[in-house]
């Protein structure tokens, strides 16, 4: 498990949502949600080191391995439990965190399965599923 990684980012497309993290020379594709697309532009270029916390996920099904990146530990505790909801994979999960994952949390909470059905290929049903599973816990 890659857990974090502590070095300096040296490229993002915001096309592919993917960024390059250089740590002592070995080079790490992350994706980068959209919520934190403007995060990971500002370290662009930018010669200190940051921590970025990461979560790595590889299986049979799909064998390249995916790391995703998160600015905040908490952003990958939410993620870790999202991903957990049945037919919510951390593929689909990149791509449906579109707002920060606090106001994700507090629809959840509140039961908003409107405002959670908004969020990209989240439907009427798993946003139900998703509150169903989730709430209480986050």
């Known amino acids: 498990m890659i857990a974090a990684l502590q070095g300096r980012v040296t490229h993002f497309d915001p096309e592919g949502a993917t960024a390059w993290v250089d740590v002592q020379g070995v080079w790490y594709e992350v994706r980068v949600p959209a919520f934190a697309t403007d995060w990971m532009q ?12 990461t979560y790595y996920h590889v299986s049979e099904r799909v064998p390249s391995p995916l790391l995703v ?6 952003e990958r505790d939410f993620f870790r439990k999202f991903i957990e909801v049945p037919d919510v994979g951390p593929t689909k999960a990149v791509r449906a965190l579109t707002r920060p994952v606090s106001e994700i949390a507090r629809w959840i909470e509140a039961g908003d399965v409107k405002s959670i059905r908004l969020l990209p290929g989240i439907g009427e049903r798993l946003s139900q599923t998703i509150v169903a599973r989730l709430s209480g816990k986050l």
Do not use: K, N, P, W
């Open 42 to 53: 500002s370290l662009v270029g930018v010669d200190l080191e940051t921590v970025i916390y």
């Open 69 to 74: 990146a998160f600015q905040h530990r908490a």
